[in-house]
């Protein structure tokens, strides 16, 4: 009898675990990586490698930038500055689709920043303009 008891306590405890990591707000990449092995297990889905969450990264990449393409440099942030729920809700996307594409190839997230994070600051030491896409014409 007692077993059972302690068995329920300990069952309500991780029911109220697994709201509180639904509803505390995110503060890290690790617990919106939680979140999201949370979220694929109470909705029972495999959290296997699926190349429909590439697709979707890339749908939402495209749909992003498509606000932005063929605009100057003063109009892109114009746009931005005028329409920012747009990318708010963008890059919350990406980094929600992220961190699931990360759980399905057992991958840390955190880790895997941390990675390439000192390679990639090195290649790009002030060497480079971050975009080109855009070119003013000096030659008049």
Aim: charged fraction near 35%.
């Amino acid at each position: 009898m007692q077993e059972n008891i302690n068995q329920e306590n300990e069952n309500k405890k991780e029911i109220n675990k697994d709201q509180d990591i639904e509803h505390k707000r995110i503060t890290t990449m690790k617990d919106a990586q939680n979140l999201l092995k949370f979220f694929a297990q109470r909705n029972n889905w495999k959290d296997i490698p699926n190349i429909d969450k590439f697709d979707h990264l890339h749908e939402e990449l495209i749909e992003m930038s498509q606000h932005l393409r063929y605009k100057n440099e003063e109009e892109r942030i114009k746009f931005v500055q005028q329409n920012k729920e747009i990318f708010v809700d963008g890059i919350g996307d990406l980094f929600f689709a992220t961190c699931h594409l990360a759980n399905q190839l057992n991958v840390d997230i955190e880790e895997a920043f941390n990675l390439v994070k000192k390679e990639i600051l090195a290649k790009y030491n002030h060497k480079n303009p971050e975009n080109n896409l855009i070119k003013k014409n000096n030659s008049k």
